[in-house]
């Protein structure tokens, strides 16, 4: 009776619960970080769904900045691989730097290009390796941008796309969905990267005729192959006085904008996370596509290059400027 009533006491005094928690397995979780603040939202988030930093969780961070060498980001991605943690967090390219370290770890993409036609899942529903998460659809919005823009260039044959100067490996493999998308169409890709104006200069000399050329201008996002953040301004305004059909940022000059988003990203993030935390197969977990768009179109850009604004242009985009 009196080992009953001991038993008794400690339920009553909450006693046999903190006990229980004290014995919780902890889940670790590596951050593969490029220098911002996510994985303290993804603390918060995780602690919304039950996971408490140092009870039941353990975050893992190691830095890689946009720009650092690659020692920096491979000694990066050893350490986190390394350290046995039950699931791998990274953006961007820094995902193809985990999943070349590990086909074992369960890898969540908080926003990858293009996971699918970049080798990293079978497919979006059934991704059937060790990556899933966010997709920022680039092969399924292809389609779409490309298609506006030959109705604004009815002549077009030829997209250039205008990039930083490292990684063009990286940026045709990325491009894969816009070329298997235009090629069919008549519209072929080239690669122009760029460190200095003249370079950009350069490349749109190449482009010869205007009316059948347009270039992609990187600007952000991935950022191992954006334009040089010092020369963006003039890029636009050389590519007005050439004429030249542009996609890029349509609120600084560009003849158009095209970017398909996460609504709620960081809680989508969050929430894949924390399904394989409870057991989920990573294999089976579908990578998820944006919900939703911006089109933005520059009237007074396509007015001063010649293109043609239809009213179905108008209609479809969710903003005009200019």
């Known amino acids: 009776m009196r080992r009953r009533d001991a038993i008794a006491a400690l339920l009553a005094a909450g006693m046999m619960p903190a006990a229980r928690a004290a014995a919780e397995p902890v889940k670790r979780v590596g951050y593969l970080s490029g220098?911002?603040?996510?994985?303290?939202?993804?603390?918060?988030?995780?602690?919304?769904?039950?996971?408490?930093?140092?009870?039941?969780?353990?975050?893992?961070?190691?830095?890689?900045?946009?720009?650092?060498?690659?020692?920096?980001?491979?000694?990066?991605?050893?350490?986190?691989?390394?350290?046995?943690?039950?699931?791998?967090?990274?953006?961007?390219?820094?995902?193809?730097?985990?999943?070349?370290?590990?086909?074992?770890?369960?890898?969540?993409?908080?926003?990858?290009?293009?996971?699918v036609g970049m080798g990293l899942a079978q497919s979006l529903r059934a991704p059937g390796g060790n990556v899933t998460g966010l997709s920022a659809g680039a092969r399924e919005s292809a389609s779409a941008w490309v298609g506006i823009l030959r109705t604004m260039r009815p002549r077009l044959n030829r997209i250039a796309i205008v990039h930083g100067a490292r990684g063009e490996a990286r940026m045709r493999m990325v491009t894969k969905g816009w070329v298997d998308v235009a090629a069919p169409i008549g519209i072929a890709f080239s690669y122009a990267p760029c460190a200095t104006?003249?370079?950009?200069?350069?490349?749109?000399d190449a482009l010869g005729d205007p009316a059948r050329a347009a270039a992609f201008l990187l600007f952000g996002g991935?950022?191992?192959?954006?334009?040089?953040?010092?020369?963006?301004?003039?890029?636009?305004?050389?590519a007005l006085r050439r004429r030249l059909a542009t996609v890029g940022e349509a609120r600084e000059g560009a003849l158009m904008s095209y970017d398909a988003s996460h609504s709620d990203p960081m809680g989508r993030v969050v929430s894949i996370i924390d399904k394989i935390l409870r057991g989920g197969k990573v294999a089976e977990i579908p990578i998820e596509l944006p919900d939703r768009t911006e089109f933005v179109v520059n009237r007074a850009t396509a007015r001063a290059i010649g293109a043609e604004l239809a009213p179905e242009i108008l209609l479809r985009a969710t903003e005009v400027v200019g």
């Open 35 to 115: 220098g911002s603040n996510s994985s303290g939202e993804i603390g918060q988030g995780l602690a919304k769904l039950g996971w408490t930093e140092g009870r039941n969780v353990r975050f893992e961070v190691r830095p890689a900045p946009p720009g650092a060498p690659p020692a920096v980001l491979a000694t990066a991605v050893a350490d986190l691989v390394g350290a046995k943690v039950d699931v791998l967090v990274a953006f961007t390219d820094r995902v193809d730097a985990l999943a070349a370290a590990t086909r074992a770890i369960p890898i969540v993409a908080g926003m990858h290009p293009d996971p």
């Open 197 to 204: 104006l003249a370079d950009v200069e350069r490349a749109f």
């Open 222 to 238: 991935m950022t191992l192959v954006a334009l040089p953040i010092e020369i963006q301004k003039d890029v636009h305004e050389l």
